[in-house]
Each structure stands twice: as C-alpha cells, then as structure tokens.
T-cell receptor, first 115, second 113 residues
C-alpha cells in the first residue's frame, strides 16, 4: 500500500513569509509525528498527534510553528514569518496506534530553504 | 546530558568487518529501543527494534540492550559498502502522559571496499 507522503518535496521561500507543509499518513494510522532535521543533525521532535487526543506540542521551537490534523488523517505544519534558521528537512512519520514499541514510517520529507 | 547520545563518527570499517554502533540514554523508564538507517538525502527506515535485555539477531544485524547500563548497541556483521549510512538510535519513553520517541544525532558509518 501507499506510504507516508509529504508535499511539497522542496520549498524555497523568503524570510518573513509563511509556509505550509502537508503530510498524508498511511491510511488507518492514528499516530502522526513531525520532526525537523537540520543539515548533518539528528531528528528534532516537533509535535505528535494521537487520534482525537490533544497533541503533544512540547517540541515546537516557537509560537511561529503550529500544526493541525484534520479528520484524524492529513496534517499541516505551518511556519509563520519564516527565519533562515528554519531551513531544514521537515519529516513526517506515522504509526498504527502510537503505542510504545511501534515502528514509525517516515515520509520523504519537505526540504525547506529560507532565503 | 542529552537524552540519547551517539558518537557522530564517522566510523570507518573495511568491507567484511564487524561494525559496532553504540548508544546511551538517560531515562531509566525507557521501554523500547530502535535503530534506524538513513542514507544521505533519504528518510530514516527501521532496521531493528529491541525491548528486552540481551541480544536480538536479524540477518547480519544484532541489537544488544543493557537496561542496567542504559546502553543499546547495533552490530553489523560482514559489513558491505551498501551499509554506509547514518544510523540513528531512538528511544521510546513516556513523558507528560505522552509516549515520545527521542532520536540521537546518529553515527555515520563508512564501509571501505
């Protein structure tokens, strides 16, 4: 079946502009995660959605970052007033139920460049 | 102290040798442990998961877990050039009522033909 998809695959924007990044998880997966990976760095957790529960937003780096998940499926990560330090690969992952020990399946990522 | 620590490398091993990748974690309550492989410019993919103390083998890969020492490792036998990638250690823990996976910064492995 289809894996996790993300769009756009690449995004170049100017400092100060807003961007929206989209994630389509694997069908039926209730858990969805957003991570950020800067060049040569590990994965930085941003936010976690689990079904209809309140999301874990503890990883969002500032109030310029927000995310929503509509209908328990597609998720959108929004970055307002982008800064150059926001340049990174934004990865989305999903897992079946979000319980401990589950594999996370990653999408191809969105490469964001803020000029 | 970082929650999940790995040596960034690069770790260089000759083809056919055993590559040993190490990871330590800070939270004694951690329950599940994962090794992901990430090729340059690609997304991470799961290699191994381990939940109990001891060894778990899958083909050329062996994961080792020692909860008392808060240490998890990945051994790759008969290393191949195609194993050259960054290996990310990930640890699942419960934090603030949420289950959360924390990734290390990864160890870059280079297998020299």
């Amino acid at each position: 079946g289809a894996g996790v998809s993300q769009s756009p695959s690449n995004k170049v924007t100017e400092k100060g502009k807003d961007v929206e990044l989209r994630c389509d998880p694997i069908s039926g997966h209730t858990a969805l995660y957003w991570y950020r990976q800067s060049l040569g760095q590990g994965l930085e957790f941003l936010i976690y959605f689990q079904g209809n529960s309140a999301p874990d937003k503890s990883g969002l780096p500032s109030d310029r970052f927000s995310a929503e998940r509509t209908g328990g499926s597609v998720s959108t990560l929004t970055i307002q007033r982008t800064q150059q330090e926001d340049s990174a690969v934004y990865l989305c992952a999903s897992s079946p139920t979000g319980t401990s020990g589950e594999t996370q399946y990653f999408g191809p990522g969105t490469r964001l460049l803020v000029l | 102290q970082k929650e999940v620590e790995q040596n960034s490398g690069p770790l260089s091993v000759p083809e056919g040798a055993i590559a040993s990748l190490n990871c330590t974690y800070s939270d004694r309550g951690s329950q599940s442990f994962f090794w992901y492989r990430q090729y340059s410019g690609k997304s991470p993919e799961l290699i191994m998961s381990i939940y109990s103390n001891g060894d778990k083998e899958d083909g050329r890969f062996t994961a080792q877990l020692n909860k008392a020492s808060q240490y998890v490792s990945l051994l790759i036998r008969d290393s191949q050039p195609s194993d050259s990638a960054t290996y990310l250690c990930a640890v699942n823990m419960i934090s603030g009522g949420y289950q959360k996976v924390t990734f290390g910064t990864g160890t870059k492995l280079q297998v020299i033909p």
